[in-house]
């Protein structure tokens, strides 16, 4: 049974166990267990995670007092905003003020019901799962708007624009990203976009695979207000933004709903350009091996599976950690300006190269087959002459784009300091000259 076969076909397992027929009470159990239980406990310790990061990077120790290396440094801060007192300004709408929060919470958990964690691991297998992913992750953008608002705070209400107009403007790099993993898988499912990797390699070993990842992490950072993309709560810019008036565990959702975010993007580029949890590229083990058919073989394949997804993800959450440590705030006119000038061009140069690369490389009969013969083996290591094809000319499409696409903007950049410098160059009166 080839790979693809073998992760198409339903699991003996899941039948066995008639997941289908568990009492709906059982249901409700599991899911106040993973909300209300294993998500808040890993964006707590993804909390102390950063901290101790930041701290090392910074030549500090970070949280060390309570509990051995701090590790009981976010129950305390938990137990802080549950017990603290929430105040509500007298004319902020009391239903909207509360729904914000619930709103961001809802589409941060929505994300992961269609992220394929292993064989038959994915909550749900939509047919439509991208487009699932992009519907669920706009209501964070309403929430936030709804948050400012409903403060009946001036400076939480500009906050709140100014966060929408930047979520707004980075969505559709964001989504132009995913666009050459639809070409190539065929589907919106993620499933299946997980499978298509076990035939064709991660897509992320690709030039417009790679640029794809690095635009769609770039435009992730944004969405979920990572630094350097975090000016819709910048302190120093407008006071704390469209939660100024939140406090206690209300704005504890807030701070639950960004983390939950980070983990949620991090699964969703690990699902589409990472392989999700294949750990050799251009393989179908561990399902080649154990194979799914037996509930032992079933546990050992998803035990490899699930380990390999979640050290690709905490290599991505350990990334943004790392850009967040290391590179300032960008200021906001430049911020809207690298998404519209920058990102938006190259995401649809991408797409352009992803269907050269699909014609070179992943169609079952190129349009140059009889040229020069069928797609070598991957896995006997002889050189993929398609693949090297796909690469010359991807590559010569993206480069020439990418260096006109930097020349074009540093252009209007030198026009635009130009007229400012003599604008605001004083005027010598005719007398003087």
Known sequence: MDAVTAWSLPLLWAQKSEL?????IRWILVLAIVFFGIFPGLVAYMVWAERKIAARF????????????????????????????????READQWVHLLAPVLLLVSAFLVLAVIPFGVGLAPVNLPSGLLYLVAVASISTLGIFLAGWSSRNKYSLLGAMRAV???????IPQVLSTVPVVLWAGSLSLVTIFERQLEYGWFVFSPPGLLGFGLLTVASIAEVNRTPFDLPEAESEIIAGYHTEYSGMRFGLFFLAEYLSVFGVSCVATALYLGGGS???????????????TNLSFVLTNAIMVGTFFVKVTLMIFLMFWIRVTIPRMRV???????????????????????????????????????????????????????????????????????????????????????????????VPAAAR
Do not use: H
């Open 58 to 89: 910074q030549d500090r120790i970070g949280p060390n007092r309570v509990g051995p290396l701090g590790l009981l440094q976010p129950i305390a801060d938990a137990i802080k905003l549950i017990t603290k007192e929430s105040i509500v300004p």
């Open 20 to 24: 289908a027929e568990i009492p709906w």
């Open 165 to 171: 107009a930047q979520l707004v403007s980075y969505e």
């Open 333 to 427: 006119d430049r911020m809207m300006n690298f998404a519209w000038k920058y990102m938006v061009p190259m995401s649809l140069v991408n797409i352009l190269a992803a269907a050269v690369w699909f014609e070179c490389v992943i169609r079952p009969r190129p349009f140059f087959a009889g040229m020069i013969g069928t797609r070598p083996a991957i896995l006997g290591w002889q050189l993929p002459l398609n693949s090297l094809i796909g690469w010359i000319l991807t590559l010569l499409i993206l480069v020439p784009s990418a260096m006109m696409v930097l020349a074009i903007n540093r252009q209007a950049r030198a026009d635009s300091l130009e007229v400012t410098t003599t604008l605001r160059s004083p005027r």
């Open 279 to 293: 750990p050799i590229p251009y393989s179908d083990f561990p399902a080649g091996v154990f194979g799914t058919a």
